[in-house]
């Protein structure tokens, strides 16, 4: 526990938000999350996730202590200060603290809240409640203490780096606040733990979502890096955290081309009357090789065109343009094609979604009977099969080949580098085959205990995605992947979890670079159903197909295909609202990846 402020970050400026939150005008109350459309076919059902309550808006400028306010009052009047705080270095609510107490860091970290703070004051002799708060006291002797007590419906939380975690349903964060009377009798906050606490409705108001993009090891594709800042922040901080690093988790699985010890020589990003922002850097750039300087021209030209008043960038140190020579191209979001391939007539096909005519995919043999899982490569090569959940078997080349048995095996992934990947057992390890067939055991010590259920790299091939279920339960991590000089998986770092409202997970895959589909239950659901699941925000459910086996995505939500009990084979919609069937006889989609 600490008191009082420090000095926040200065010379920041305002932004849009990138998921495009509304403006809020002093009536409006925002309303969080995605609503599921009503299904237009056979075996489609509505969404049931339920939506948050997003809690109190707070807009203009908050009340000052009133004289005579009472602890409640004065720790209430605090919490709503802080939202306005975070765009006038919480001068108001610094009003309600006392003028010793000089620790307080409120950018610490972010919690956001739905409904209302419930407060109660203890002293040794009496516990008043919140709804008492309006009653008469007798002004308080200077130097009197009281503690008041609570706690809050925590949604998420958000690191002082801009890292997003959502909070499991029901959890809860205790508030603890000492108050002392001042001189005048005026009760004042004397500690307090670090950072601020915000309802949902004023988080979307006052922070927006960036994508920070570093670039793979083998400088091929940039991979996100999602993080929140204040909105009027946002420009300068979304660059500095270019200059800082990745958070800790994908450090070891991208590569900085940012020479040790540059940071912004003006604490600002200035964008001119055409769009061209402007990041100023300190010398240690100039070491920076012309390559490297190209690469982080195009991090910051992805990072900086987020904001819609952004159009190019323009580098320079100490006010001197810094040369680039020659563009760098890295990919962005690379797209796995458009049809997906699927497990029909004992063949891997690849289906024209526009006409529905399925090909035969070149180099591959017949499929086992009992397909329960696909996954291919680029081009479909190489194909794998699960077989019930015990045979891993490739069906590219001359004839299969079986490359792993075992109970429970997790539904395979082909990353980019043409490694296929599975699990099975507890111990610690997932399963890996090189282009050449060859078995590679990869520890991993966080996974021993657990069973993995599925398993799915990223298109960029820097990070990867599991469904797990242990003595904690079942739950969905992101971690890293480190690989070699040669693009081989070395080791995986320790994970983070998503989607913490899911109550049980089947399968996963990739939407895009920074969403997720889960196949599971969310909510009040019975049956499993399809979620999206963003690497950071929160997770919601989609219109759902009846008696879904499994599901696999293209690039988008519009992308998303299940595979139903009955082999029948769904498609979203263009506009991502329902899905639409078609095809039968299918066993299993997937796309690359």
Not at 69 to 77: F, Q, T
Not at 121 to 128: D, G, I, N, P, S
Not at 356 to 363: D, L, S
Not at 543 to 565: F, N, P, Q, W
Request: aromatic content about 6%; some cysteine; glycine content about 10%.
């Amino acid at each position: 526990m600490r008191s009082g402020p420090t000095p926040a970050p200065s010379s920041r400026r305002a932004t849009w938000s990138r998921r495009g939150a509304a403006l809020l005008a002093a009536t409006v109350v925002a309303v969080l999350a995605a609503c599921s459309s009503l299904p237009v076919t056979g075996g489609v059902h509505a969404g049931t996730t339920a939506v948050p309550g997003p809690g109190p808006v707070y807009l203009g400028t908050p009340d000052s202590p009133q004289e005579g306010a009472s602890p409640l009052e004065i720790v209430r009047g605090f919490i709503d200060a802080q939202a306005a705080g975070v765009g006038d270095d919480f001068t108001v609510a610094k009003e309600f603290l006392a003028p010793d107490a000089t620790g307080w860091d409120p950018w610490d970290s972010v919690t956001v809240f739905s409904g209302e703070p419930t407060l109660t004051v203890r002293t040794a002799a009496q516990a008043t409640p919140a709804s008492a708060r309006k009653a008469a006291a007798p002004t308080p002797t200077p130097g009197a203490r009281t503690v008041v007590h609570g706690g809050l419906a925590s949604l998420a939380t958000v690191a002082s780096d801009g890292e997003f975690q959502q909070e499991a349903p029901n959890r809860t964060k205790d508030l603890t606040f000492t108050l002392e009377a001042d001189q005048d009798g005026q009760w004042r906050i004397t500690e307090l733990d670090d950072g601020i606490e915000m309802s949902a409705a004023n988080f979307e108001y006052v922070y927006r979502s960036v994508s920070v993009y570093f670039p793979t090891t083998d400088h091929q594709v940039l991979v996100p890096d999602v993080r929140w800042f204040p909105q009027r922040t946002a420009q300068t901080q979304s660059v500095q955290a270019v200059l800082q690093g990745p958070v800790a988790w994908l450090r070891d699985s991208v590569d900085s081309v940012v020479p040790e010890g540059t940071t912004l020589s003006v604490d600002a990003v200035a964008v001119d009357e055409d769009g061209v922002a402007t990041v100023d850097l300190t010398a240690p750039a100039l070491t920076a090789s012309g390559t490297d300087r190209a690469v982080l021209l195009q991090q910051l030209t992805a990072v900086l065109t987020q904001f819609p008043q952004v159009r190019s960038v323009r580098l320079e140190v100490a006010g001197s343009p810094l040369k680039v020579t020659g563009p760098a191209s890295l990919s962005r979001d690379p797209s796995p094609g458009d049809d997906p391939y699927v497990v029909t007539g004992d063949r891997v096909r690849l289906l024209q979604s526009a006409t529905g005519k399925q090909e035969v995919v070149n180099g591959t043999v017949s499929t086992p009977a009992g397909v329960t899982a696909l996954a291919v490569g680029t081009n479909g090569n190489p194909a794998v099969v699960r077989v019930g959940a015990s045979q891993l078997v490739q069906v590219t080349g001359e004839a299969r080949r079986t490359l792993l048995t075992g109970d429970a095996l997790a539904s395979p992934s082909v990353d980019r580098f043409r490694w296929i990947w599975s699990a099975r057992g507890e111990d610690g390890h997932l399963e890996l085959f090189d282009r050449d067939g060859r078995h590679v055991r990869l520890a991993v010590t966080w996974l021993q205990g657990r069973t993995v259920r599925s398993v799915q790299v990223s298109r960029d091939g820097a990070r990867v995605a599991l469904v797990t279920e242990g003595a904690t339960g079942v739950q969905v991590d992101l971690a890293g992947v480190v690989r070699s000089g040669a693009g081989a998986p070395v080791r995986l770092s320790d994970p983070v979890t998503v989607g913490a409202t899911l109550t049980d997970a089947r399968q996963v895959v990739w939407v895009d670079e920074d969403d997720l589909a889960v196949l599971g239950r969310a909510g009040t659901a019975t049956s499993p159903t399809v979620n999206v699941v963003p690497v950071a925000d929160y997770a919601r459910s989609l219109s759902s197909v009846s008696d879904v086996e499994s599901i696999a995505s293209g690039r988008g939500e519009s992308s998303l295909y299940a595979v139903t009990t009955a082999h029948e084979l769904f498609g979203r919609r263009a506009t991502g609202a329902t899905w639409l069937s078609v095809a039968t006889g299918v066993e299993a989609a997937a796309f690359p990846g």
